[in-house]
């Protein structure tokens, strides 16, 4: 017992020692020099977030996504860096939407029409002849209809951020002219992965046939397809025209664009940041439009030059009849909306 204490006190002893030397050897540590006093602390690192865009760089709505990152960098003084990807680089619409839902991807600008599978209220917005031209629709947008709609999003995981134009939709096709319903009748349409959109096809007796944006060229080119639907820009950047001369403006839909951000990348962010993030969205919205507007014109010229043949339709009650089914199809609460939208001046 006696030696097992007299090993025990030195233990105690040594470690004493040991703790002296520790705690001295931290005091004798030289101070800094004033060189070193003088230099300033390490900056953070900036914090760099992802946005997946379909069109290529040169496009309308991407021209608005580096608008919205030049002004997120701009307002935080570099402190927060948006990276932009245009060309599907991240992927197709509906498989970027999920990325976005899951915090894999933290923003992406896409049609609300694949985002109608996530959050179906949007469906509202996109009905086929509800708006009575391109300023109703942004007077919807800009307004409370369109804030609420931006809100709505957070269930499912997403923050609404902003709106961009993406002109009127119109069928084209590789078969031969339409000026009416009647001329669909049968055609294999690509329409996107929207219920809504396979039902407007279907209710004017073309045969929908939903499919990813970037496999469109190669389906009209071999005849998987007969057609399509678009704006004028889409039309004419994706060269489509020169597979499908023939173009109708029956202005079938206005789709809004929409750039939304993973709710999961955001509140890891504070409220400062995220109300910086947000407003610089909502600021991107009016030059996005201004390029819209350029950019369609250049379009309608080329394939004017390329010798398409444009169809106007002067009258399109048929095609506004073969709509019912799809107004009545929709719930009560999103025919208040319609209604709303239509009150809209």
């Known amino acids: 017992m006696k030696k ?23 005091a004798e540590q030289p101070a800094p020099s004033a060189s070193q006093q ?38 935080s003084n570099g402190r927060i ?10 992927g197709e619409e509906k498989a970027v939407i999920e990325q976005v839902q899951f915090g894999a991807i933290d923003f992406t600008r896409v049609s609300i029409s694949p985002l109608a599978a996530f959050s179906p209220n ?37 923050v609404g951020l902003c709106w961009y134009e993406s002109g009127a939709r119109n069928f084209y096709n590789s078969k031969r002219e339409v000026k009416s319903p009647a001329d669909l009748k049968g055609m294999k349409i690509r329409v996107q992965q929207s219920e809504l959109m396979v039902n407007l096809v279907t209710a004017l007796g073309a ?37 499908a001369k023939y173009y ?15 709710k999961i990348s955001m509140d890891k962010l504070s409220k400062a940041d995220q109300d910086l993030i947000k407003q610089a969205a909502w600021d991107s919205m009016d030059y996005q439009r201004q390029q819209w ?41 999103l025919k208040d909306v319609v209604a709303k939208i239509r009150q809209v001046q």
Not at 81 to 90: A, R, T
Not at 226 to 233: C, I, L, Q
Not at 295 to 322: C, F, L, R
């Open 248 to 262: 109708t403006l029956d202005e079938h839909t206005r789709v809004p664009e929409i750039t939304i951000a993973s």
């Open 38 to 75: 003088s230099q300033p602390a390490q900056s953070a690192q900036p914090i760099v977030l992802r946005l997946a865009e379909t069109h290529p760089a040169d496009y309308p709505t991407t021209k608005g996504d580096y608008r919205f990152a030049d002004l997120v960098k701009e307002r």
């Open 122 to 158: 949007f469906d509202a917005l996109q009905m086929p002849y509800l708006y009575r031209n391109e300023e109703h629709m942004w007077n919807v947008l800009k307004g409370p209809i369109g804030k609420e709609f931006l809100a709505s999003v957070e269930p499912a995981n997403f």
């Open 207 to 243: 045969v929908a046939t939903p499919m990813a944006f970037g496999e469109v060229y190669s389906a009209l080119q071999t005849g998987v397809i007969d057609g399509a639907e678009n704006n004028w820009p889409s039309y004419y950047s994706t060269s489509h025209y020169e597979v």
């Open 4 to 26: 097992s204490r007299i090993i025990l006190v030195m233990l105690v002893i040594a470690l004493c020692a040991l703790g002296t030397v520790w705690a001295g050897g931290k």
């Open 293 to 333: 507007a350029d950019y369609e014109k250049v379009a309608i010229e080329k394939i004017k030059a390329n010798g398409n043949v444009i169809t106007q339709i002067p009258d399109n009650s048929a095609w506004q009849a073969a709509m019912k089914p799809l107004y009545d199809k929709l719930s009560p609460a």
């Open 81 to 90: 860096q948006i990276e932009v990807y245009p060309s599907s680089q991240l």
